[in-house]
């Protein structure tokens, strides 16, 4: 029996990360379903939605370790020793993150303190809600005639942290054809949308989409100069992905297209009438 650093000899038990996707449980892996229906003891963020949730055993222990931009968060230190406890405990731990634990979930802190403890730890990724957002609106990150890459980007730092350099990174995306997705930037969005401005065309289109993958997903798509402006107006908030590039395009293409479908749809209904 391995002997944890700092801790005696006991009978352990194992720490499975599982990204738990934007919320569809449709979106889940397999890998993601079989560590959640192993599990004992979970420890769920706020952002994993409830149909997820109870696919959970009935005896496992559900544990909340909401944290969420602008609400009351649990301390990171105290959810890294809970896991680390219910191991210890012998326990089948999951820790059940939004989107991809290793996507702005803290995977990596969490990880790296549980095998600095002598814990295996085991990641199960999931669909990041960039992604899933822009595949619901009918729109890729990439495409070869409108991006060669995609940038993920959180929209705020920690206190004390260095600024982003908005600026920097637009003229980058402009100049390599980038789209950018940009993750927890909603308290931010004017100070994103001025320093994007600095280096990309005011015509940009800007897709904000939010609770991406569930039935009440929202979105909206705007130039980046009124971006701002449509937020407010159709009083978009968290969570929400804020999706920078030329491929938006595609999203009003697929608007259009499924437009026109229901237009047939109904013609043909009214002509079998």
Same mark, same amino acid.
């Given at each position: 029996m391995p002997i944890l650093h700092g801790y005696p000899s006991a009978p352990m038990g194992r720490c499975t990360l599982v990204g738990a996707g934007p919320g569809d449980p449709d979106l889940l892996t397999l890998k993601a379903l079989k560590a959640i229906q192993a599990a004992t003891v979970l420890l769920v963020d706020d952002l994993v939605s409830d149909a997820i949730v109870a696919l959970a055993p009935p005896t496992a222990r559900l544990i909340a370790v909401g944290k969420?931009?602008?609400?009351?968060?649990?301390?990171?230190?105290?959810? &890294? %020793? !809970?896991?680390? =406890?219910?191991?210890?405990?012998?326990?089948?731990?999951?820790?059940?993150?939004?989107? +991809?634990?290793?996507?702005? *979930?803290? *995977?990596? &802190?969490?990880? &790296?303190?549980? $095998?600095?403890?002598?814990?295996?730890? +085991?990641?199960?990724?999931?669909?990041?809600?960039?992604?899933?957002? @822009?595949?619901?609106?009918?729109?890729? !990150?990439?495409? $070869? +005639?409108?991006?060669?890459?995609?940038?993920?980007? =959180?929209?705020?730092?920690?206190?004390?942290a260095a600024p982003i350099a908005w600026?920097?990174?637009?003229? =980058?995306?402009?100049?390599? $054809? !980038?789209?950018?997705?940009?993750? @927890?930037? @909603? %308290?931010?969005?004017?100070?994103?949308?001025? *320093?994007?401005?600095?280096?990309?065309?005011?015509?940009?289109?800007?897709?904000?989409?939010?609770?991406a993958s569930l039935p009440h997903q929202r979105h909206a798509i705007a130039r980046l100069a009124e971006l701002v402006q449509v937020v407010a107006q159709e009083r978009l908030g968290s969570p929400s992905v804020l999706v920078v590039g030329e491929v938006v395009r595609c999203a009003q293409s697929f608007a259009q297209w499924m437009d026109s479908a229901d237009l047939d749809a109904a013609r043909h209904q009214a002509r079998a009438a």
């Open positions: 969420r931009g602008g609400c009351q968060s649990t301390p990171q230190a105290f959810i &890294e %020793k !809970l896991i680390l =406890t219910s191991v210890l405990e012998g326990e089948n731990v999951v820790r059940l993150k939004g989107g +991809d634990p290793f996507i702005f *979930g803290r *995977g990596g &802190e969490e990880a &790296e303190h549980l $095998r600095a403890a002598g814990v295996q730890v +085991d990641i199960v990724n999931g669909i990041t809600a960039g992604l899933a957002g @822009m595949t619901q609106i009918g729109a890729p !990150l990439t495409h $070869r +005639d409108h991006a060669h890459g995609v940038l993920f980007i =959180t929209g705020h730092t920690r206190p004390g600026q920097q990174l637009a003229a =980058t995306a402009h100049a390599a $054809r !980038l789209t950018l997705v940009i993750y @927890m930037g @909603m %308290k931010g969005v004017a100070d994103i949308a001025q *320093g994007l401005l600095q280096g990309l065309p005011s015509d940009t289109p800007v897709a904000v989409i939010q609770n």
